[in-house]
């Protein structure tokens, strides 16, 4: 069994299906080393186990809304696109989403997945209850008091069966594309460019003095869309682009300034084509928002070397929060997402030359993409991993859910 962009082989001794509550409380129970798939969009070993990989293929799929609450609860194994047409088709709406539908709301938030927009936080940011199983077997709800502490988990508290999450009434988004920003008008703009929309993607190859694409995202009645030809030197697109330059724009939500549910438009891929490119590795470094231009230089100064193994980088904003393992807390946060061509070992040993280039700004790197995982030292990144590994060995004295991967980040 592989994950979705086949640079890894999953090796479970066994692999568990359960359809209710109780048979998961079992399964749980009785198993020694545990962990649990969401839709394997991850790109190292994080789901993985030598010992028993739960899948909720045949788990409950029923989405619950909770109108009077502003709350949706959602069951482990659904994908983001499944919920957001049924909120939609309600009324409602989440605040943000990643560049794809295709992956769990469970799993996507275990690793802090994010979209973009200076005031939008990741996506576990919407978390309003955790209900999970423990070590023993348990099934609980975390106290609220719990929340910043469990809602980036990376799976290493239990298995979450349902995630309760915040909902706002529905809204529509336009998107419009522009071509070729010169690189200075970037730097000198950077405030301007990245707050220009509800969500604002910076896509490079790094290839030359300009940026290919901006993708503006804005939120109909709050930003305006942008319209104009020129705008900081960029020119509006008139055909419709993919982020990947080479790969099929029919994949890519709908642009040109053209309103439509924030589910349309939020992500950068239709749910039922294939997002990005497919065969690739992806890597992302978070770093504080006022290091950005000193960072972007930094990258910039190595930018040839990049060239061979590029295929795009999106430039992002991620709000700060109080999640003690999110990629963006305690900070404002600006990111540098690298989509690889799937050569592993030349990929690795650029890593080295960026996370060399980025070190100065305390970059963390995505906790579900492909990094060189003995370069970090995560109890300096973050303030509170001391405290959440003190708080995951409460639930999980015998470390049933920690797996080799999360054994090197020193769990
Ligand atoms: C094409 C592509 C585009 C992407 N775009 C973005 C993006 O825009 N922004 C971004 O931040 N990331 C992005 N990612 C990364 C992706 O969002 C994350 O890797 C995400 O965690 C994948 O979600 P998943 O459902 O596939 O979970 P998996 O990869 O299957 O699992 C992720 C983690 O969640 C845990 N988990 C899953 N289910 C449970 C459960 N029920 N209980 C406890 N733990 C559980 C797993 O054990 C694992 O630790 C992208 C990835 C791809 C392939």
């Known amino acids: 069994m592989k994950n979705w962009s086949g ?80 909120l939609h088709a309600n009324g409602f709406a989440l605040r943000n989403m990643g560049s794809l539908p295709h992956i769990t709301v469970v799993g996507a938030t275990s690793t802090g997945t994010h979209g973009s927009g200076v005031g939008n936080k990741n996506l576990s940011g919407s978390i309003a209850e955790i209900e999970l199983i423990t070590a023993t077997g348990d099934a609980i709800t975390l106290d609220q008091s719990e929340l910043p502490a469990a809602r980036v988990a990376l799976g290493s508290i239990g298995i979450i069966h349902h995630l309760t999450l915040d909902i706002v009434p529905t809204y529509d988004v336009a998107q419009t594309v522009y071509f070729d920003l010169p690189f200075v008008q970037l730097i000198s703009n950077l405030d301007a460019i990245l707050s220009a929309g509800y969500s604002v993607s910076v896509l490079s190859m790094w290839g030359d003095e300009f940026v290919d694409q901006v993708w503006v995202k804005s ?41 439509g549910p924030w589910f349309e438009r939020l992500p950068h891929f239709k749910l039922d084509f294939t997002p990005s490119f497919g065969e690739e590795l992806q890597t992302e470094y978070f770093i504080d928002r006022k290091d950005a231009p000193a960072a972007l230089n930094a990258i910039y100064k190595i930018r040839e070397e990049l060239s061979e193994l590029i295929m795009v980088c999106e430039m992002r904003t991620v709000a700060q929060d109080e999640n003690w393992l999110s990629e963006a807390y305690g900070r404002e946060t600006f990111v540098f ?23 100065p700004f305390k970059a963390r790197p995505h906790w579900g993409k492909v990094f060189t995982n003995n370069a970090f030292d995560f109890s300096s990144l973050y303030p509170k991993f001391n405290s959440f590994l003190t708080y995951r060995g409460t639930y999980d004295p015998s470390r049933k859910f920690v797996n080799k991967l999360l054994e090197t980040w020193g769990f």
């Not at 099929?248 to 939500?253: E, F, K, L, V």
């Not at 690298?338 to 070190?359: D, H, Q």
């Open 219 to 259: 939120k109909i009645g709050t930003n305006p869309v942008l319209t104009q030809n020129e705008w900081f030197g960029a020119k509006l697109a008139t055909r419709k682009s993919n982020p990947i330059r080479e790969a099929d724009s029919a994949a890519a939500t709908e642009q040109f300034g053209l309103p």
């Open 337 to 359: 997402h690298f989509t690889w061509r799937p050569n592993i070992p030349a990929v690795e040993k650029l890593l080295l030359k960026i996370e060399a280039s980025l070190e």
């Open 7 to 86: 640079n890894i082989e999953y090796r479970p001794a066994e692999i568990a299906r359960p359809s209710s509550i109780s048979e998961l409380q079992k399964v749980v129970a009785d198993s020694s080393n545990v962990r649990a798939y969401g839709s394997g969009h991850s790109f190292n070993t994080l789901a993985d186990t030598d010992g028993t990989l739960i899948a909720f293929s045949e788990f409950d799929k029923n989405i619950e809304i909770d109108s009077s609450k502003m709350l949706v609860r959602v069951p482990a194994g659904v994908r983001y696109g499944e919920v957001a047409p049924k």
